[in-house]
């Protein structure tokens, strides 16, 4: 079954040059840390997503998945979010590993 989308294939919205620095991604993760109305996962968890996304081939640019157009350290964090890789989330495919 094809699913249209190649890891070759660029995120149609986002190219290299809109990539934030790491220093600002930083800083938006630091502030949503501090926001109280965010449920955000463990710190074990979060690392956990995060190492998926590393290995992911639909990740772009080192911090965007090109399925939902994401900086990844934003998506990982938040309890209500998850991996939208087509048919079946990364993530909870790993849950309890
Ligand atoms: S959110 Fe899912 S599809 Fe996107 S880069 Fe991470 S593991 Fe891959």
Same mark, same amino acid.
């Given at each position: 079954?094809?699913?249209?989308? !190649?890891?070759?294939?660029?995120? =149609?919205?986002?190219? *290299? ?5 790491? *220093? ?9 840390? =501090? ?10 968890? @979060? ?13 772009? @640019?080192?911090?965007?998945?090109? !399925? ?21 989330? =990364?993530?909870?495919? !790993?849950?309890?590993?």
């Amino acid at each position: 079954m094809t699913t249209g989308i !190649h890891s070759a294939d660029p995120c =149609k919205g986002c190219r *290299e040059t809109v990539r934030p620095s790491s *220093e600002r991604i930083a800083a938006l993760v630091e502030k949503i840390r =501090k926001q109280s109305d965010r449920v955000l996962v463990t710190e074990e968890e @979060y690392n956990k997503r995060l190492a998926l996304c590393r290995s992911c081939e639909s990740l772009q @640019y080192d911090s965007t998945c090109k !399925h939902c157009g994401c900086l990844v350290e934003i998506r990982s964090l938040q309890q209500e979010s998850d991996c939208p890789y087509p048919f079946a989330s =990364k993530w909870r495919m !790993h849950e309890g590993a």
